[in-house]
């Protein structure tokens, strides 16, 4: 009978001790960094927002990544400031330490580079995969591979690279790829020598094959050369994020394991642009990325661990003023207030006495603006606004460029600017600014190691969570 | 040796079964719900950036509630708003069914009388205790114990407290507790006839013993008879909300278990004024109350559970404006928005000449807006905005009254609001209105079944969530 007893004991240490190994040191051997830049609680809730008004209900969990069962928030402070920006941001992400806005990769005294967990990752013999829906040289993405002064040296940046040896690049290209004054060798053909594929043809792009080594596959479809178009202008010739990343995934997916982070890049551009309907279709772009990865989990549920989570937030969003949340309403616009900028720009070379009224006709197409029976009629005050804009912007002397000063706007200075401040505000959303804020940042984790994730972390905590999942 | 392994399996069971249901079920003997009346992500952050600035660094976990191992969010709509006002989703908190904005503890039909969960752990046999820092029969706690059409019903709802015949009621005193007309029977009294002592002297309070019933304990120093005074004009007179706690703590402390709500009620009124530096100081005060229950819980860790949430968030706080963050300049504020009116009012009274110099010497003196050695100059645009406000409200023959004018405020329009203003911006933070917003809220959790609440929730999961974990 003792010895019954003792088997008994030995059966349940067994188990207690296979149990609290599991608990104890969960293993990931896939992990997904995703990165919405800019994206804060209120740009993933308003997106939730305009998905129930479509479905016509309150239901506020039909993202892929609100289902999630880990769910908490993270600080995203700087060495020298408690805004970050993308660079200070990312080098927390990648290398887990802070450093000053506008460094990438090195310390704030510019003496130290830090070590990544994509470069930790591709070192230990694990894939890595790097994918952004903006320039691959730009902060988010450059942080993993990159170690410059500033976030501002695109040409350095691309030209290191193919130092990484990283085996998938995919997304935008390269900003400046022949330096500032486009006349250094070119940062594509430095990737080809160093044994790159650079694939940059819809075609191409999907017939690689598993097997290809490092790859970088550029979007053929890009604005400035560099980043996607903007979701909400419905550019049907471009690759979507979510294509790249299970593309990511096809090409690097081996028995020892990678390390993907994939960067939804313009939701802090829409944000800067206060353009709340841009920034919900951005978000439903880079939650159809999550769905890719979420699809690769349903295969090794136990080895798979996908991190959703943001760099900072961007513009101080939060939905609540005077008027009855209705995201609905940022149905009615089909353009970004950038690709507005375009129209308007294009409208005052082909018709430069054009009136107020046939500016207000594209508003109205636009934006949904001035229609009664939308729920958008315009007030006297409403009207004067774009007045100003158009006296001040359209009809004045000064060509405006879409590529500036329709982003890099200052308070409702421009006829996009005032459209879309307009409907933001009918719909409910306000803005504290054009720039990045301090909030905390959602962070949303499912796989081995999501309980490391149930209270709030620092973006440098990132990194070492992942090290230790993944031995590195 | 077929025994012995069925044996060792039988021990395995028998430790993984014991495991499961220690996992599945969870039990809550001592339940705090902590309800910070307006309090967001924001409010929380901002009293952490304080906290931070006052230390000289850049920790972020300086609350009691911010050390809690499990912390998410939570929506809070109503029935017929994305917006919820406090009695809607107080009633939500209370009974897991959402109503619309204004009613209390029932249906939006008004005709079906939702039961609490305060109502079924008295029934089940639990001790009771509700506690708030404004009046006891404003929405939120009312939510806990009343039924009525309107929570504006203040003398019905004060009539219906004694009838809920739970253990303890602390903090705040009743809104006309003689109705409208003051012309009814005493609400007080009617608690006494009810079985209820009701005591408001400090030594009351103070000397009250464990093992009295039915206790009423209201604060004997209040503002408009009904609520606390504001942290922030330091009334040293008061009992605090964690003295409250305490007291509640050691009254209704006995072997069957208790469920105790307690609200910072005053977190909103702060953030309705857009008053940074008083939200600030009442979410303090709030965390030292759930300091007290986090001493309980130490001695009870296996079956004490504490949630801290909010009912909304309150003016849609952001930390982020073109000022780099630094809530230490709050400190520079030692009166509350309200406190200044009436000290102008009184000003105005005694002095009705008194010029713009001498009102500008009060404004530093009290928010330090003026003084160059505190990193608070003032431009020339914002002396303006102060001499507009001077000009339209203390010049002039109107005379406001503080416990209106200066709380219920709108753009600027007073010298309290527009000082205010100044030194939130100057701090960093923007709100983006004088009402509640849709952002969730967070939710922070520790005890026992704390692993329901990694994922967001929605208000109307508190209760059932609750009712699960102690059994109801």
């Known amino acids: 009978m003792k010895k019954q007893w003792l088997l008994i004991l030995v059966g349940s240490l067994l188990v207690l001790t296979s149990c609290m190994n599991k608990a104890n040191e969960p293993k990931a051997k896939y992990v997904f960094l995703f990165i919405g830049d800019g994206m804060g609680i209120s740009q993933v809730y308003s997106t939730e927002l305009y998905l129930a008004s479509l479905n016509g209900?309150?239901?506020?969990?039909?993202?892929?990544?609100s289902k999630f069962?880990?769910?908490?928030?993270m600080t995203t402070y700087s060495s020298n400031s408690w805004i970050t920006c993308s660079s200070a941001s990312g080098t927390a992400m990648a290398s887990g330490f802070k450093t000053n806005n506008g460094v990438l990769g090195k310390d704030s005294t510019l003496t130290i580079n830090f070590e990544s967990i994509a470069e930790k990752a591709k070192l230990a013999g694990y894939k890595v995969g790097i994918l952004s829906s903006v320039g691959i040289n730009h902060a988010t993405p450059a942080s993993f591979y990159a170690h410059q002064n500033s976030r501002g040296?695109?040409?350095?940046i691309a030209m290191e690279l193919p130092?990484?040896?990283?085996?998938?690049?995919?997304?935008?290209?390269f900003i400046t790829p022949k330096g500032k004054g486009e006349n250094q060798p070119d940062a594509y053909e430095n990737a080809?020598?160093?044994g790159y594929t650079y694939i940059h043809s819809k075609e191409s792009i999907q017939n690689i094959k598993k097997g290809s080594e490092k790859v970088l596959a550029v979007n053929p479809f890009l604005l400035s050369k560099a980043e996607f178009a903007w979701e909400i202008d419905n550019a049907k010739e471009s690759i979507s994020l979510a294509e790249f990343t299970r593309k990511g995934i096809e090409l690097i997916d081996n028995p020892k394991g990678f390390f993907m982070m994939i960067e939804g890049g313009k939701?802090?551009?829409?944000?800067?642009?206060?353009?709340?309907?841009?920034?919900v279709k951005e978000v439903l772009a880079f939650d159809m990325a999550v769905a890719?990865?979420?699809?690769?989990?349903?295969?090794?549920?136990?080895?798979?661990?996908?991190?959703?989570?943001?760099?900072?937030?961007?513009?101080?969003?939060?939905?609540g003023n005077e008027n009855e949340p209705n995201l609905g309403l940022l149905m009615n616009q089909n353009v970004s207030a950038q690709e507005f900028g375009r129209l308007l720009v294009n409208v005052q070379q082909t018709n430069p006495k054009a009136t107020f009224e046939q500016i207000m006709e594209l508003v109205q197409q636009h934006f949904g603006l001035g229609s009664d029976s939308k729920g958008l009629a315009l007030s006297a005050m409403e009207i004067a606004m774009l007045k100003k804009a158009f006296d001040e912007t359209f009809d004045g002397s000064k060509g405006l460029d879409p590529d500036k000063e329709y982003l890099d706007i200052s308070a409702n200075k421009t006829i996009p600017d005032v459209a879309v401040y307009?409907?933001?505000?009918?719909?409910?959303?306000?803005?504290?600014?054009?720039?990045?804020?301090?909030?905390?940042?959602p962070v949303r984790v499912i796989g081995p190691g999501q309980q490391y994730f149930t209270a709030p972390i620092d973006n440098t905590d990132i990194p070492k969570i992942i090290a230790k999942l993944m031995g590195l």
Chains 1, 2 share one sequence.
């Not at 040296?153 to 350095?156: A, E, F, H, N, R």
């Not at 802090?268 to 709340?276: L, M, P």
């Open 153 to 156: 040296m695109y040409y350095d």
């Open 267 to 279: 939701i802090d551009w829409a944000c800067h642009a206060n353009d709340g309907a841009a920034s």
């Open 57 to 65: 209900n309150r239901q506020t969990n039909n993202l892929n990544m």
């Open 292 to 319: 890719e990865a979420l699809q690769f989990y349903k295969m090794h549920p136990d080895e798979t661990l996908i991190i959703v989570t943001a760099d900072h937030e961007t513009g101080g969003m939060i939905i």
């Open 69 to 73: 069962p880990v769910q908490s928030y």
């Open 163 to 173: 130092v990484s040896n990283f085996d998938f690049f995919g997304g935008g290209g």
């Open 192 to 194: 080809e020598k160093s």
């Open 422 to 441: 307009l409907l933001n505000h009918k719909a409910g959303i306000s803005w504290a600014s054009n720039d990045h804020s301090a909030t905390e940042v």
